[in-house]
């Protein structure tokens, strides 16, 4: 490279390099398919439950189209929905991506905005409680379920929230569309929830080449329900229709290339969790450092006493503020554009939270209404993540954030 020449550009998820070590198996898996034809719910997505199972702690595992149709179908499941003068209410995070709210409102009920924690983006608990309270002084709708979001990998605290909703009698469907893989107290993620719902879409830590998705069950008798919401409400007879359903099968081939993808998920997983080790230990000074005209907060696997925590990282997110730890938008999109003209690529999850979208700011109270998820939507930068970025990236990334 020429002092003229830009640096070469680091890829923000490197799926090339994953697909060149994969590419025997993978190669194999889809003749596989190929060879019996079967492209809809062949024999390798059965295959696949029983993976997703394991990995989830033996749990009940269901195939589906993708995360999206992961969630609407786990409300179509447990009842979730409205008609004539019924509604119900689905608490859900306000920091998080439009799927998690748009699929109440394709299942009948009406999402309610909750705010979330500042440290670790994940849903503040206090926040709820007061949206519940709101939801029953008003009395326009019942109250039926929660969806926490593990954003960007991190499991939520799964024991404090359940007992908050069994104290109300709502359902709790975990939104881990970023976290398979992760833990909590050596409890895997698929086994922290009644029903669990995750992604399969590439950039995922455990990601398809195309989309895909899971529900995770507890008990077998929900994941019979969920595999007839799956296909159409049909029972034991195709025909049979027992329920009210949507066409949410996944393609044999998106399994076959799953399950090539999973004999290597452990050492991803390791990668990633050494990748984010890496960026905290280079990053944390910046948070204090005079030289650059930002400050970076670190993403932290927050866990009480006595308790562990393992993120999936599917994303290493930043919050920056400017020099005098102000929150500025500005300010991140200085340090945005500054990664940026040295070939380091960023992006931001997310630029506006669900309550304040146009599609759904009739469902909420507007600016200032939930301040957190408001200010992080202004602050958030996430970082290149992935199992395959080396240290001579981690390194020129980590220098470039700390030295203006």
Known sequence: MTPTEPPPRIPFVDLAAQSRRLRPEIDRRIAGVLDHGRYVMGPEVDELEAELGRWGGGVSAVAVS????????????????????????VFVPTFTFTATAE???????VPVFVDVREEDFLIDLESLDREYEAVLAAGVATPKA??????????????PLAEWAAARKLDVISDAAQSFGGQRDGRPVGSLAPITTTSFYPA???????????VLCLEPATAEVVRSVREHGQSADRYDIVRLGVNGRLDSLQAAVLLAKLTVFEQELAARRAV??????????????????WRVSVPECGAGPGSSVESSWAQYTLRVDDAAGRPSAGTRDALRAHLDAAGIPTAVYYPRPMHLQPAYESYGRGAGSLPVGESLADRVVSLPMHPYLDQGALDRICERIANA
């Open 103 to 109: 699929v109440v409102l394709l299942a009948g009920a």
């Open 204 to 214: 995922k830590p455990l990601g398809c080449y195309g989309d895909g998705g899971a």
């Open 146 to 159: 929660v969806i926490p979001v593990d954003l960007f990998g991190l499991p939520v605290a799964e024991e």
């Open 276 to 293: 984010a080790a890496g960026y905290g230990e280079r990053l944390r000074a910046v948070g204090s450092s005079a030289a650059t005209p």
């Open 66 to 89: 993708s995360g999206s149709d992961a969630l609407l179908i786990a409300l179509l499941a447990l009842g979730v929905g409205g008609g004539g003068n019924r509604r119900d209410a």
